[in-house]
């Protein structure tokens, strides 16, 4: 396991590499990890691919309906991420060990393509073996990813979310119409494969949609 | 805030990292930041990911309808940017901190998509998340960026994005027809924020549109 | 030829790029290498991008039938890729110096255009110059790469991929439906030079499909 | 200018830089350089995003219809790029200060587009602003760039390139159907220039034609 000490470096250092993937541009997006000491979570909107680890907050992982910052970043300027409470779900109800918001586009086109209205569903793949990436699935299951409508603040997003999380209790991941996709693992290396691979399958089920190659979408 | 000595270096950096987003290819787009002392700008016709602190002009912020160099480039041979009073219709007319100009191919193809023989007219977009990252607006807002005609030559575009700036007071950018895309910002955080953000919706609506799932454009 | 020292650090600089390239995100794919002393692989599940030297197993290139780890990573928790049989079919039966395993978008896509139902076929192209790279081909030759049908367990491939390089003795690569493919080389570069290549090929191919000018898919 | 001695370890870092482009994948594509003492060129079939100053070819400038190498690599198994006397039609015949070859996707696509049988023609695009980097293009002129048919061998280009050359004054390119283009300027920071260009302009006029916006393709 990550120590502590070096967990505000490495939420830097992958923020760097989610920018590059196209998850966290305009600010968007963002990943919190807990530690032993608390949850460690980028502030709200700074440039992902620039903070430095004096930006991140310590949150208590003992108050999880709530949010009580325990060290708060260096820079008196910084909010508590818009995510929080939505972060916070995964880490309540799953007892996740980290969680990553992307905004990448795959994750956009892949929930309009199943919810062409915005309107809650869910995003389904099959026959790909990436979809081994994520929590006891196999290639040959059918992958189902729930979408729920996008709200105007981000903290509206939480009921509906914490219902989805409720419904769809074998899959670590919740899509939001035209927004992005928060997906979540035990360890942040699980969160970011699980994100990866998701990412992966979402670009692919477009891509073969595109294409005429997929039937069922 | 950044300081004036730093502003050259910052430049340079952000040129290099446009390139990597394929906004300033082939020695294309650029930017400027106002700071302290005046206008830093990188020169015209040069590769921008290769540009070095010292090819920086800087320029009299107090003569926003002219063009008075303040602190030429070591390298005599080079000019100011083609640019110059484009980015100054910002500066002058919105009081910007910094002008980013991209010739990101998802601009060409956004404004071609709403203006299919290059005429005047305007970009529209909505229900997307990353609307939030520009200045008031929600996801659920419609977004309009105006589109010009483009000119044979750069300079001859002022007055139209002039006009563009005045009719659509609510946004911070002006698409320019088969040419790319003006943003600006109170500072060089918030005009690179809205010009990642301005660039993933535009990428979004052409995918959309692609997939046959916008059913509006 | 590298020496057998710096092959641990070769394999995590060639998964770094791979990574960049998009063929190992999520922990999937990888690369195995055949020294003096043994065969260079990486472990099963690990980010490709991060691995360290230490990370690397050597398995005894005398057994080719089974799987002798000569030596272990210094974690102990790390275990044999399970694309190991795979590997091992390449060095059995076309005395392979090295083979990689890609999850390429491209490789998916290319493999469902020919086997849209994920069953056993052969992916095609010609008349473009990167067939060049792969072994004895020419720019005007139609290369035929054989598809075989994915199976819920890496290791229950290998009696079909091995079916496969018996029918197909021309080619260095199998793909496999919904999953990637295989390709290797007489030595490092010449199973990169030829996994470029196919890459290219399989997005060539897929793009000109999608133009709607590739007149046999 | 760029002093001699620094021309070899430019060769490799733009063949890098190349190589994140998707222009020299797979040992394809190259560059070359005029500098005072001859002409500086990469070696043929390998790596270029790995290739070292030592691996670099001084060839005689003073005899251009013949290949006579004035300095050879350090590496004894180096040969002189197939594409050799590709590049020297662009120094003889139109005195160049440096020639690029890309076997970008985009070229690929773009000839193929323009010619569906890979017979000659010519590629079309107009109205974009990226034309200006074009010796003597501005932006409402309709670029022509030759298309020429692929040969089994790369010299067997030789020939029709430089009619292509000799019939088309006005552009510094030609495109090879199925395989990439050749890109000259009187510079090194032309040939690149354009080179960046023209790659723009063809995926631009391909993602136009994909999205029914481009009328005359």
Chains 1, 2, 3, 4 share one sequence.
């Not at 490495?10 to 000491?37: A, D, K, M, N, P």
Request: hydrophobic residues 40%; negative net charge; aromatic residues 8%.
């Amino acid at each position: 396991m990550t120590r502590d000490a070096d967990l505000p470096a490495l939420i830097c250092e992958l923020c760097r590499q989610f920018y590059g993937l196209g998850w966290v541009s305009g600010t968007g997006g963002g990943i919190s990890i807990r530690g032993e000491s608390g949850i460690f979570m980028a502030p709200s909107g700074v440039q992902k691919e620039r903070i430095a680890p004096e930006d991140v907050f310590v949150l208590d992982a003992s108050d999880l309906s709530g949010c009580t910052v325990l060290t708060p970043p260096a820079n008196s300027n910084l909010r508590v991420s818009e995510c929080q409470p939505l972060f916070f779900n995964a880490y309540r109800m799953r007892d996740a060990g980290a969680v990553i918001h992307s905004h990448s586009v795959w994750a956009v086109l892949a929930a309009r393509l199943f919810s062409p209205r915005g309107e809650p569903g869910s995003f389904e793949c099959q026959g790909l073996e990436m979809q081994k990436g994520l929590r006891g699935k196999g290639c040959f299951d059918t992958v189902r990813i729930p979408i729920i409508a996008n709200t105007p603040r981000e903290a509206q997003l939480t009921e509906s979310m914490a219902g989805a999380i409720e419904a769809h209790p074998d899959v670590d991941a919740v899509l939001v119409a035209g927004h992005g996709v928060y997906v979540w693992g035990d360890t942040w290396i699980k969160a970011k494969t699980q994100a990866e691979c998701l990412d992966y399958l979402f670009r692919a089920t477009v891509e073969l949609h595109r294409l005429g190659l997929q039937g069922d979408a």
